[in-house]
T-cell receptor
């Protein structure tokens, strides 16, 4: 299932920096784009999501930027904290079927 | 609300044996999803049900894998003749109605190890 491509595979940032995680897709029928995060030993959980009618969605330090023409979207984590260290999965959904990218392992160094 | 319950948490099988994984969705949720998680592939979609009916099984390997939802309170994923490459964490998730923009709530997963 290569419908959703995510990069980078791993990312290390210093505390306070902005982490940028990227996702691209191919299928134009996708109509909902969530990001899930997964902490070690836990299950994935919804972090933030966007519909293609918008090109930006903010929730505190977390922002999704969406480019429908290029079929790309990204998650920006501002003022990264060590507690943000986790694996992040971008998702794309159509007709209720949600597929995920391969994940980005984020480490935030104090 | 206990969340999505998956049993067993860990299962070890020998090559060629059968494995059955169980999932109890959140009460009141009518959509159930199965995913397989590995380091290499990430979260792979396998199949999903809405109101107990199979809707999309496009991610299921055509041989050896099958899923059922005999009632609204549980779903099973069965793997026949398990192979080492089936080793993974199998995650079940449920959502309220199965609409596209709904949040998926994941269970803790079943870690399958095939020796």
């Amino acid at each position: 299932q290569q419908q959703v491509r995510q990069s980078p595979q791993s990312l290390t940032v210093w505390e306070g920096e902005t982490a940028i995680l990227n996702c691209s897709y191919e299928d134009s029928t996708f109509d909902y784009f969530p990001w899930y995060h997964q902490f070690p030993g836990e299950s994935p959980a919804l972090l933030i999501a966007i519909r293609p009618v918008s090109n930006k969605k903010e929730d505190g330090r977390f922002t999704i930027f969406f480019n429908k023409r290029e079929k790309k979207f990204s998650l920006h984590i501002a003022d990264s904290q060590p507690g943000d260290s986790a694996t992040y999965f971008c998702g794309c959904s159509s007709f209720s079927k949600l597929v995920f990218g391969q994940g980005t392992s984020l480490s935030v160094v104090p | 609300n206990a969340g999505v319950i998956q049993t067993p948490r860990h299962k070890v099988t020998g090559k060629g044996q059968e494995a059955t994984l169980w999932c109890e969705p959140i009460s009141g949720h009518s959509a159930v999803f199965w995913y397989r998680q590995t380091i290499v592939q990430g979260l792979e979609f396998l199949t999903y049900f809405r109101n107990q009916a199979p809707i999309d099984d496009s991610g299921m390997p055509k041989e050896r894998f099958s899923a059922q939802m005999p009632n609204q309170s549980h779903s099973t994923l069965k793997i026949q003749s398990t192979q080492p490459q089936d080793s993974a964490v199998y995650l079940c998730a449920s959502s309220l109605g199965g609409a596209s923009a709904e949040t998926l709530y994941f269970g803790s997963g079943t870690r399958l190890t095939v020796l």
